[in-house]
């Protein structure tokens, strides 16, 4: 069956420091996501991805945080300069733009930890 | 506002032992509403979904959920529970092009 794969599986940086987390999606997906877990909370949305340019994004995602599809199939999200709150869990999430558009398929996640 | 509320945060049950837990949603139209569960250390696998039409949905792993309309409710059932059932189960509905989750419940299982 075809899944999400998301690399690296954890990711330590230090404050201040950019970070890349990337996600493969499904291959003839069309939207893509990513959410945030932070330790003992609920997964929040982050951001959502459609035809090259974001359709929707949440407060958390402010202008440290960007998305893109640099070569048509991964899916990328950088923080610029990372900040102690941002270690988190990421997952990606795709769907296929059909008629189940809303079920999302979920990578494994990247541990981000920032010291 | 638009939400989900699981309004259990932990939940003990015995081997062998039915399950219920529970999900309320706030949304004005009809909900596109979803069960995921997360074992410790791994991402989100979904257990199952409604859309439309029949209100009582079968999932994976043995699990049904049953929408009503009437009490804004999308709770999950199964009948009998296995050691491998422990983890966390997060209820969500799908908005706004987004996914909105609730809080968790988390799925202890004792022998």
């Known amino acids: 069956e075809p899944e999400v794969t998301q690399t690296p599986s954890h990711q330590v940086t230090q404050m201040g420091q950019e970070v890349i987390l990337r996600c493969v999606p499904i291959?003839?997906?069309?939207?893509f996501y990513w959410y945030r877990q932070i330790l003992g909370q609920k997964v929040e949305f982050l951001v959502s991805f459609y035809n090259n340019e974001i359709s929707e994004k949440s407060e958390i995602f402010d202008d440290q945080f960007s998305v893109e599809r640099p070569d048509g199939s991964n899916f990328t999200l950088k923080i610029r300069s990372t900040k102690l709150e941002d270690s988190a869990m990421y997952f990606c999430a795709t769907n296929s733009g059909t008629y189940t558009a809303y079920e999302q398929y979920f990578g494994p996640g990247t541990r981000l930890t920032v010291t | 506002a638009q939400s989900v509320t699981q309004p259990d945060i932990h939940i003990t049950v015995s081997e062998g032992a039915s399950l219920e837990l529970r999900c309320n949603y706030s949304?004005?139209?009809?909900?596109?509403l979803f069960w995921y569960v997360q074992s410790p250390g791994q991402g989100l696998q979904l257990l199952l979904k409604?859309?439309?039409?029949?209100?009582l949905v079968q999932g994976i792993k043995g699990f049904e959920a049953e929408f009503k309309r009437s009490q804004s409710s999308f709770n999950l059932r199964k009948p009998s529970v296995h050691w491998s059932d422990a983890a966390e189960y997060f209820c969500a509905y799908f908005g706004n092009e987004k996914l909105t989750f609730g809080t968790g419940t988390r799925l202890t299982i004792i022998p």
């Open positions: 949304y004005g139209a009809t909900p596109y």
């Open positions: 409604y859309f439309s039409g029949d209100t």
């Open positions: 291959s003839n997906h069309l939207y």
